[in-house]
């Protein structure tokens, strides 16, 4: 293929070439160059072919809009869909086109991605003259200044014009010595590559920035996301050309007039020797001139019948003329011509080997409606303009429909130091010139199915003519009958196109009958420009509905794509979620502790020993703690140190047992319930002095706890005199449990006398270890047998652990894990709050009236009287005891009447629906009853103790008897050791 | 007796187990290390009242005013602002000349005596993590959203807030250098956090 790169020119290093694969062929680029520059300066006409029509297509634009040139780039994750016209050429990428659509790799993006947050007095959105101008005004002020460029240069707009003037100087000079005064000044931080691409509420803007394949630092992330607070935004994000609506206007070759200039002014390639320049407006006549100038053949056909501006020399210029059809076996090769009129019959034809098409400007407004910034419809800019800056924000350039240069450059500047733009409205339009108001060129043949709309969606005007004729009216509802603007480029190419569409549309003469309050029904009057989103009626005696009086689809994050692995960052693998260890947890790790997540806590699951498996460890660890000696790591219980001279008080309303008078030095369990009088939390309480106390709360539900606790007294009993202070992590907690425990706490804490008379269940004693470590000693038990739980500050966790195992060593002192805890306890109907309740479990329920005083009014009491609550067909906790006592069954499983359960073993589904009377909370293998239980709340339980029942799960129906809630030691004889 | 010394030796803190990672993953950018077994000790009492004032003789020093706020006070000692009554008094390891962290909190229970309140021994309940050097604030800035700028942020300026999705103090104690202080079961998570972040910057 012949190269199409000028031997001077443009913004490239033509001393720095960069090879680069496409397919399976390689090519040469410079720096500088994106992959679509560089694959149409190597002859590259063809790119991947359109997404369902499978049409040729070739680039179109040079920019974020594009939608035909994507590419997949290979490696160790293959990125798809990446815009050619964006991608940075660097050494040695390798790359496929893509047919509109992207695979997705199935492998594990391992490169790094992460986030970081700051604060910016203003940030600017885009670098072209606009926001370098207001940069440059921001930072003289000395404020704090962010400049974010989604290109990898800056300039903007000026890229593509790097010898227009401004202020004196060529453009490229120009933007080279803005950029140096702001990388020179302190308060100024610019990021390229960098895309602001959600725009929030208090002014919360959202970027992605891409770093690695420019930059190779170890630990350097390839993407990063950045997070700004801004005091003030500029948003000079410039505006996208829009293409026009022709027969076969997606064949390559066909490209925006602004690409064709931006290609050959910032990448020195000349796209085309023949030019044909498709134009509404005068924008195109200085690429015309740009492109005669190198060498072109250039014809312009304006759809006019006059231009705003000075005619270029040496271009033909033809006016009241259009293109109304594509020629050329796959890439153009000729244009058929018309008047714009119709008058001409018999269409001309022109050859070419460039379509260049400007069909007016619609400004970037996608940030400023991202905040419901308002739009207007302006009749004379053809286009929607932001009727006024949302709070703490300003517009400058291409957005407002600023068109030259120097109205960019004060108008950046007034935008940068918060004052009042210098440019007045109407000059905008009185400088833009005409824009010709055309949205369909009717084809030759009489159908509109080469008609693109939405190129890479391949929706045709054939399309929206559909929808429309199938009673969409509403520009949301074309686009979600059609899927214009849902492609990668969110409706960038294809969104107002669309809307002006189908204000030609519903202009027919059969749309007359279309409803009240639809669009296209004629109205008596209607404003010249219409206000978006005003009830959407046609707005002139003509019964041609202005786009404004359309509106446009909604703006949502992001602008452009984020790939999901940038949002999560670095929360991924071993950082994805905090593991909260104990002091103790490396030693636990030691002895082979398997692990289970509680809360975020790690907690010890079990110790398997070397070939035991969960059962056989589980087995030995029940064994160990209910006929000789074991130990656990109770730390994270919540512990919360309540003081205040009515802290008794205070805990006397929380929990639905007494506390009022609990003797400094003892302990007691209490519960506390929700004003519903269900259960909430549970947890031993030690009175350390008359105002003073520790309360200890379930692992998971500590913080909820000391909220709940806040709550009561600030918000309900702000008289009490009562603070709490959580100390969960201040204490480490040991608990030492079996009949042979006493032995072991002797010899940790010798100064203790812990005989049954002289430290009796429930009391707790402040000692110094043998060790010299301070503890406090709590006679308690979660098993039923003779226990101890030892606290120290944490800072000696660990080397209470050791201690521990050493004074056990020689009685064989065995690790056990929560699995252990959890039969242990569920042995004796110890209920676990979570597991064995659900929010829905009263004291009663589980067979803990004796914990609900009848004498104090407390959290939860007047529930109690509820109709509900005293009902029978409560769910009440019971055991089941299968009758094969090897069976455990599910947690989770029904419970069912013996006489509900089908027949014999089912072949299909049981006869529905089958009543159910309960359900299997928590399930175990007992070694002390040796045999499988379970604890269930099932309906009317306590009633049905000795009955047998049925147990279901996974179509199995099994016979169980009901019991008492507590397996093991009903008389709590064990306790004392 | 049990000399006390020895007793001292047998402190582990959170983040013993990771002084060489920690050391591996500082450079000349950015340095992070443990402070360990600083004394802690948390107040509750309402500002301006009684109790307040009798805290704030026996610290030698006010409780500070509002957010962000740190109060210097003799003997190495600090006071940061938690709350709208919760403080946190700082006191050097009993090993560079602090006192004992229970002996500290007795000093100012008897100082709170009956009146309301609360003062209790927080010294376990938290480690401290020093990070420092000219890049320090862009480790930080990564994950967390605070304005850390020295003029929103200046030296002496301590919050609770998150990183990332962990609850910590982060205290500014000079330009280049910050306390970031989890809770002791977080530590080693927000630790290798921290070193994760600072991979670039080494």
Redesign the interface.
């Known amino acids: 293929m012949t190269s199409r790169r000028l031997a001077t020119g443009g913004l490239i290093g033509r001393d720095e070439t960069i090879k680069f694969t496409l397919g399976s062929t390689t090519y040469a680029g410079f720096a500088g160059d994106t992959v679509a520059s560089a694959a149409l300066a190597n002859g590259i006409a063809r790119v991947g072919d359109s997404i369902y029509l499978r049409r040729p297509r070739g680039v179109m634009t040079c920019g974020v809009e594009e939608p035909n040139a994507f590419v997949r780039v290979e490696g160790g994750y293959g990125e798809s869909m990446l815009p050619a016209t964006t991608l940075e050429l660097a050494d040695d990428l390798q790359m496929t086109w893509e047919d509109g659509i992207g695979t997705l790799d199935q492998s594990v993006d391992d490169a790094e991605y ?6 910016t007095d203003v940030a600017i959105v885009g670098a072209g003259p606009a926001g370098l101008s207001a940069a440059r005004a921001a930072v003289a002020t000395g404020v ?1 200044v962010t400049l974010l460029e989604q290109d990898f240069a800056l300039g903007g707009s000026l890229l593509g014009r790097p010898g227009e003037q401004v202020e004196g100087r060529p453009a490229h000079e120009w933007v080279q010595q803005v950029r140096a005064e702001l990388e020179a000044a302190p308060n100024c931080r610019i990021l390229l590559r960098t895309s602001v691409f959600g725009s929030y509420d208090n002014n919360y803007l959202v970027a992605l920035e891409k770093r690695t394949g420019h930059l190779t ?5 390839r993407q990063r996301v950045w ?1 700004l ?1 801004v005091g003030r935004v500029v948003l000079a994000t410039g505006s996208f050309e829009r293409s026009l609506i022709f027969a076969g206007n997606d064949r390559p070759g066909v490209m925006l007039a602004s690409a064709a200039q931006a290609y050959l002014g910032r990448f020195g390639v000349l796209v085309g020797e023949r030019v044909v320049v498709f134009t509404t407006n005068d924008s195109a006549y200085p690429v015309a001139a740009d492109l005669a100038a190198v060498g072109a053949t250039v014809t312009v056909l304006d759809a006019r019948p006059s231009a705003g501006c000075q005619l270029p020399p040496a271009v033909d210029v033809r006016f009241g003329m259009v293109v109304v059809e594509t020629l050329g076996d796959e890439v153009v090769t000729g244009v058929r011509i018309a008047s714009a009129d119709g008058s001409d019959v018999v269409p001309q034809e022109l050859e070419c080997d460039l379509l260049a098409v400007s069909g007016g400007w619609s400004p970037n407004v996608s940030l400023h409606s991202q905040r419901q910034g308002a739009l207007r419809w302006d009749e004379r800019l053809v286009g929607f303009v932001p009727t006024a800056p949302v709070a703490r924000q300003a517009l400058a350039g291409a957005v407002l429909g600023t068109s030259w240069t120097e109205g960019c450059l004060s108008e950046g500047a007034a935008a940068g130091a918060d004052e009042v733009s210098p440019v007045h409205a109407g000059e905008r339009a009185d400088r833009a010139g005409a824009t010709a108001d055309l949205w369909l060129v009717p084809g030759p043949h009489g159908d509109l199915a080469t008609h693109f709309v939405d190129p890479q969606r391949d929706n045709t005007a054939a399309d929206v003519v559909r929808a429309v004729g199938a009673g969409m009216r509403s520009v949301e509802h074309v686009k979600r009958y059609t899927s214009i603007s849902t492609g990668l480029d969110q409706g960038k190419i294809g969104g107002v196109l669309t809307i002006g569409l189908l204000t030609q549309l519903l202009s027919a003469p059969d749309m007359a009958a279309v409803p009240a309050g639809q669009p296209g029904q004629v109205v008596g009057d209607g404003a010249e420009d219409g206000e978006v989103n005003e009830g959407g009626r046609a707005t002139n005696a003509s019964m041609r509905p202005s786009p404004g009086a359309l509106g446009t689809t909604t703006f949502r994050a992001p602008f452009t794509p984020v790939a999901f692995v940038a949002l999560a960052g ?2 991924r693998g ?2 994805y ?7 103790s947890h ?1 030693r636990q790790v030691e002895l082979g502790a398997r692990f289970e997540d509680v809360g975020q ?1 790690k907690r010890a699951w079990y110790f398997a020993r070397h070939g035991e498996d969960m059962d056989a460890a589980v087995a030995r660890e029940c064994r160990a703690a209910r006929e000789n000696v074991a130990y656990m790591d109770a730390t994270t219980l919540g512990k919360i ?1 309540v ?3 009515d802290a008794a008080t205070f805990l006397n309303r929380i929990y639905t047992n007494a506390f009022a008078k609990l003797a400094v030095g003892k302990q007691r369990y209490g519960v506390m319930c929700r004003p519903d009088g269900m259960v909430f939390d549970d947890g031993v309480t030690f009175r350390l002095a008359d105002d003073r106390f520790v309360m200890t709360t379930t692992t998971g539900g500590a913080a909820r706890v000391l909220e709940w606790l806040e709550e009561w007294s600030q918000t309900e009993w702000p008289d009490l ?1 009562v ?10 907690t040991i608990a030492v449990v079996g009949p042979r425990s006493r032995q072991v706490v002797a010899a940790l804490a010798p100064d203790l006398d812990v005989s049954k008379e002289g430290f009796e269940f429930m009391a707790f004693r402040d000692t ?1 270890l ?5 503890a406090r000693i709590a006679r308690v038990t979660f098993s039923g047998e003779l226990a101890f739980e030892i606290n120290v ?7 209470l652990w050791d201690d521990v195992s050493a004074a056990g060593e020689s009685l064989g002192i065995t690790p056990y894990g929560t699995e252990t805890m959890h039969v242990l306890r569920a042995e004796k109907a110890y209920p676990i709050v979570g597991q064995d309740t659900d929010g829905t479990v009263t004291p009663q329920d589980l067979g803990m009236s004796w914990v609900v005083s009848t004498k104090k009014e407390f959290v939860g009491k007047r529930s109690y009287e509820r109709a509900s609550h005293n009902a029978t067909g409560r769910k009440q906790l019971v055991s089941l005891l299968p009758l094969d006592t090897t069976l455990r069954l599910p947690e989770g499983s029904q419970v069912i009447e013996q006489a509900a359960a089908p027949e014999g073993p089912l072949d299909g589904p049981a006869r529905m629906p089958i009543p159910m009377i309960g359900h299997v909370t928590s399930s175990y293998h007992s070694q002390a009853i040796g045999r499988s239980f379970a604890l269930a709340l099932v309906k009317d339980g306590r009633d049905r103790v000795g009955q047998q029942a049925v147990a279901s799960f996974g179509g199995r129906f099994v016979p169980v008897e009901i019991g008492d809630a507590v397996v093991y030691d009903k008389e709590g004889t064990r306790r004392d050791g | 007796m049990v000399d006390r010394s020895s007793v001292l030796e047998r402190r582990r803190s959170p983040l013993h187990a990771l002084t060489e990672e920690l050391e591996h993953g500082s450079g000349a950018g950015v340095q992070l290390h443990e402070v360990p077994f600083l004394a802690q000790i948390g107040l509750r009492v309402r500002p301006g009242s009684p109790s307040a004032a009798a805290l704030e003789a026996a610290l030698a020093g006010p409780l500070p005013a509002g957010v962000g706020q740190v109060t210097a006070l003799p003997a190495g000692r600090s006071t940061l602002w938690l709350g709208p009554d919760e403080y946190l008094v700082l006191a050097p390891d009993e090993r560079d000349g602090g006192l004992d962290p229970a002996a500290l909190t007795a000093e100012l229970v008897t100082a709170l005596g009956e009146l309301p309140g609360q003062v209790v021994d927080l010294s376990a309940n938290r480690t401290t993590l020093e990070l420092s050097g000219p890049h320090a604030q862009d480790v930080l800035d990564k994950s967390c959203r605070l304005d850390l700028d020295p003029q929103a942020f200046p030296v002496g300026h301590a919050v609770a807030t998150l990183l990332e999705s962990v609850g910590v103090i982060v205290w500014r104690t000079d330009v280049g250098t910050w306390r970031v202080m989890p809770r002791a079961s977080f530590a080693v998570h927000v630790a290798r956090w921290l070193l994760d972040g600072m991979r670039e910057y080494r």
């Open positions: 992460d986030h970081m947050h700051v604060h704090r630092t170890e630990g350097m992330s997070h607070i670095r929360s071993q950082l979620d905090p593991a909260r260890l104990t002091p490396g806590w140190e003081r205040g001279a005199d603070w709490f202070t959580s100390v969960t992590e201040q204490w480490t110094t043998a060790s010299g470590i301070p500050s944490g800072w000696y966790g660990q080397s």
